[in-house]
């Protein structure tokens, strides 16, 4: 797939995500740009986060990403005609304490996209809300609860919450969530 200026960010994560599978790498799309896969007509991130979980020996990704138009610049990817920034924050892939071990991959024709699953996204999104009272990421938490019902394990959120003491911050998601709908 040929990136440009008009690709999507979905598009441009299946891409990415093939080429560095093809060399020997496998990297999970998380933080904003898992949410945009999941609810884009309610988030649009800017950039997409993957955190490289397994690396073949010998194999080389700067080499797979300049394939697709990209340059490393200091610390992440810029690509010649999209404007979608590539970040390969360190790992592990987890949510707060919790290390994601299991995740989904999406197809799409020849593509593949590795990603934390609808109900991770939510807890990572979560995350800034209940850690930092950031309301935007709260509403994207909803936005990707309300998308993917039934996939979201709210049960599996509540007792996240919980175990960061902040139930109360998950009530207040649940009723967001039930506005929404």
Known sequence: MKISRST???????????????????????????ATV????????????????????????NEALISLGYQLEVDHYLHNENPLIL???????????????EWDTLRKEDYLLHIINPTD????????????????SLEQA???AAAQTPRVNLEAIRSWCNS??????????????????
């Open 8 to 34: 999507s960010l979905s598009d441009t994560a299946f891409a990415v995500c093939s080429a560095l599978d093809e060399a020997g790498i496998t990297a999970v799309l998380t933080g904003g740009s898992a």
């Open 142 to 144: 909803v936005a990707v």
């Open 87 to 101: 970040e390969f924050p360190s790992g592990p892939l987890a949510v707060g304490g919790d290390l994601i071990r």
């Open 164 to 181: 960061e003491s902040r139930l109360e911050k998950f009530m207040e998601f649940e009723r967001t969530l039930r506005q929404h709908r």
């Open 121 to 136: 996204s939510c807890r990572d999104r979560l995350a800034g809300f209940l850690f930092w009272n950031d309301r935007g």
């Open 38 to 61: 999941y609810a884009p007509h309610a988030y649009q991130s800017r950039d997409l986060d993957f955190i490289v979980e397994l690396r073949a020996r010998g194999s080389n990704a």
